[in-house]
T-cell receptor
Framework: DVKVTQSSRYLVKRTGEKVFLECVQD?????MFWYRQDPGLGLRLIYF???????EKGDIPEGYSVSREKKERFSLILESASTNQTSMYLC?????????????FGEGSRLTVL | AQKITQTQPGMFVQEKEAVTLDCTYD???????LFWYKQPSSGEMIFLIY??????QNATEGRYSLNFQKARKSANLVISASQLGDSAMYFC????????????FGAGTRLFVKA
């Protein structure tokens, strides 16, 4: 069964802490994405990566960075967490070569910053 | 700039009736894909249906069909014979065929199916 796995379902952090959200996919997908989901705003793209060590800013990259050292792993980093980063974070992947380009999502990581 | 607009924050439908969820989009890319995803209360995102911008026929997947009107830049989702399990958030999404398969989403529509 194809899978996108996010390391933590729920996290509680304090303002100013460094936060790592990890995402691993087992489908050999080229592309990986990080979104945040907020009520009334839908899913907003933070960063995406189309190859190892390659990254592109999405629509809301401020306050975030990413790392993709291996094809299967895409990490989202909050260098200094702030309360306005409290949200649901969704990782997704897709193939750049095959199919429709539909996204495969992880279960989400709900982050609360106090 | 690319944008997806879903103007219905919430909708109600009677069980067994059909319902249309609206989606309009804006893009300057000549080639793109349109998607609908379902998110039940459990939180998982489920891919429902895909329409390519050059596809001549509207996409269908079981009870789901996509009413694609390219000139109007609309991609409405039609769910026929609604079931209680269709109660969920529904997101319209678009991916241009350039730029690394970057996909953008609308704000979503919450559908409530009444028994």
């Amino acid at each position: 069964d194809v899978k996108v796995t996010q390391s933590s379902r729920y996290l509680v952090k304090r303002t100013g802490e460094k936060v790592f959200l990890e995402c691993v996919q087992d489908m050999d997908h080229e592309n990986m994405f990080w979104y945040r989901q907020d009520p009334g705003l839908g899913l907003r793209l933070i960063y995406f990566s189309y190859d190892v060590k390659m990254k592109e800013k999405g629509d809301i990259p401020e306050g975030y960075s990413v790392s993709r050292e291996k094809k299967e792993r895409f990490s989202l980093i909050l260098e200094s967490a702030s309360t306005n980063q409290t949200s649901m974070y969704l990782c997704a992947s897709n193939s750049g070569q095959e199919g429709t380009g539909e996204l495969f999502f992880g279960e989400g990581s709900r982050l609360t910053v106090l | 700039a690319q944008k997806i607009t879903q103007t219905q924050p919430g909708m109600f439908v009677q069980e067994k009736e059909a319902v249309t969820l609206d989606c309009t989009y804006d893009t300057s890319d000549p080639s793109y894909g349109l998607f609908w995803y379902k998110q039940p209360s459990s939180g998982e995102m489920i891919f429902l249906i895909y329409q390519g911008s050059y596809d001549q026929q509207n996409a269908t997947e079981g009870r789901y069909s996509l009413n694609f009107q390219k000139a109007r830049k609309s991609a409405n989702l039609v769910i026929s014979a609604s079931q209680l399990g269709d109660s969920a958030m529904y997101f319209c999404a678009m991916r241009p065929n350039t730029g690394g398969f970057k996909t953008i989403f609308g704000a979503g529509t919450r559908l409530f199916v009444k028994a």
